[in-house]
């Protein structure tokens, strides 16, 4: 069965780090670049963080860059996302995609979703 | 960063009409735009990427065109699984990739 299933979310303070997970499965999850996308509460979608099909090249929204990281273990069929420094604003349901193309950076659009992990910062 | 404006926020109609959603870009995205539809309590589904393209199992009567910076997503027939809020994407300019506000397609 071809699916994605996120892990990891849940409660933390202002300033805390959370790792989310994404495991792959009924696909070749080496071929494929992945992502994440985030939907704040009863609001819109907003793009996250991609990485490429071996992990050598990565890029991220403004509002995470250099507070949150993309990688992946090819190994493990899973896609990972640490973040730190984490805000209020950063709460959301985080959705672990696939590209739609097997290429090394994919072509930006997603064609798989997992059923989301909710990441809720507060204290 | 392309800002991708939606129009019109929310749209009624009922089922067997058709219906006309757009989306502006705030500069060119040339044909690199998708559309997906989300449902409550479900995560977004793939509808139309660039700008034409239907995906894979997406009936016919949903269609996009569109180049540049005006595009359209037409459903010819609504169906009652139809009624759904679709957001219009871009990858021309990556990163970021970014998404519009949303069109609440809502039964009149």
């Known amino acids: 069965q071809v699916q994605l299933v996120e892990s990891g979310g849940g409660v933390v303070q202002p300033g805390g780090s959370l790792r989310l997970s994404c495991a792959a499965s009924?696909?070749?999850?080496?071929?494929?670049?992945m992502h994440w996308v985030r939907q704040a509460p009863g609001k819109g979608l907003e793009w996250v963080a991609d990485?490429?099909?071996?992990?050598?090249?990565?890029y991220y929204g403004d509002s995470v860059k250099g507070r949150f990281t993309i990688s992946r273990d090819n190994s493990k069929n899973t896609v990972y996302l640490q973040m730190n420094s984490l805000r209020a604003e950063d709460t959301a349901l985080y959705y672990c995609?696939?590209?739609?193309?097997?290429?090394?950076?994919?072509?930006?659009?997603?064609?798989?979703w997992g059923r989301g992990t909710l990441v809720t910062v507060s204290s | 960063e392309i800002v991708l404006t939606q129009s019109p926020a929310t749209l009624s109609l009922s089922p067997g009409e058709r219906a006309t959603l757009s989306c502006r870009a705030s500069?060119?995205?040339?044909?690199?735009l998708a559309w997906y539809q989300q449902k409550p309590g479900q995560a977004p589904r793939l509808l139309i990427y660039?700008?034409?393209n239907r995906a894979t199992g997406i009936p016919a009567r949903f269609s996009g065109s569109g180049s540049g910076t005006d595009f359209t997503l037409t459903i010819s027939t609504l169906e009652p699984g139809d009624f759904a809020v679709y957001y219009c994407?871009?990858?021309?300019?990556?990163?970021?990739?970014?998404f519009g506000q949303g069109t609440r397609l809502e039964i009149k």
């Open positions: 994407q871009q990858r021309s300019t990556w990163p970021p990739i970014t």
């Open positions: 990485i490429s099909y071996d992990g050598r090249n990565t």
């Open positions: 660039d700008a034409s």
């Open positions: 009924g696909f070749t999850f080496s071929s494929y670049a």
């Open positions: 500069q060119s995205v040339s044909s690199y």
């Open positions: 995609s696939r590209d739609l193309k097997d290429t090394t950076m994919g072509v930006g659009y997603f064609d798989l």
